[in-house]
């Protein structure tokens, strides 16, 4: 159990990803002037909490093991691989809810639809989380 609480990498991690998810919360309180708990654990918006846990995860691993280690290869290939794969599936997510809207407008056009913030993530979402990770795991050692 020691081992847990030594694990400089997932810690850094869960840093990353803590940190873009409260950033998240308090730009929404600053803007709308009202809390937002769902900004929490919602995953789109900037920063990208993926990315930013994955880079801190993978500086850590790379200040630890060395960047040309196997662990280090590990962690940012995996990073990579999981925002890409975020991206698109919420890019499908989103292309996915706009069909449903347009059936629904035909089917029953005088039932008014909600709006809905587009799911996918941008490139400056995905931008600012891993500039965010990376600037953590070289400012906290």
């Not at 081992?3 to 950033?23: D, H, N, V």
């Not at 590990?74 to 990073?79: D, L, M, P, Q, R």
């Not at 709006?115 to 996918?120: A, C």
């Amino acid at each position: 159990m020691t081992e847990l609480w030594i694990a400089r990498p997932l810690w850094m991690g869960l840093l990353g990803g803590a940190t873009a998810q409260t950033i998240k919360l308090l730009s929404f309180l600053l803007l709308e002037k009202q809390i937002n708990y769902r900004r929490l654990v919602e995953t789109d918006g900037a920063p990208n909490m993926h990315s930013a846990a994955f880079a801190a995860l993978a500086v850590s691993v790379a200040q630890m093991q060395g960047i040309g280690s196997l662990e280090f290869a590990v962690a940012a290939c995996f990073g990579a691989l999981v925002t890409v794969d975020m991206w698109n599936v919420k890019r499908a997510a989103s292309r996915q809810a706009e069909t449903v809207d347009l059936i629904l407008k035909r089917l029953r056009p005088n039932v008014p639809t909600r709006d809905r913030r587009p799911l996918s993530y941008t490139v400056l979402d995905v931008l600012t989380g891993t500039t965010l990770g990376l600037a953590l795991g070289l400012i906290v050692r």
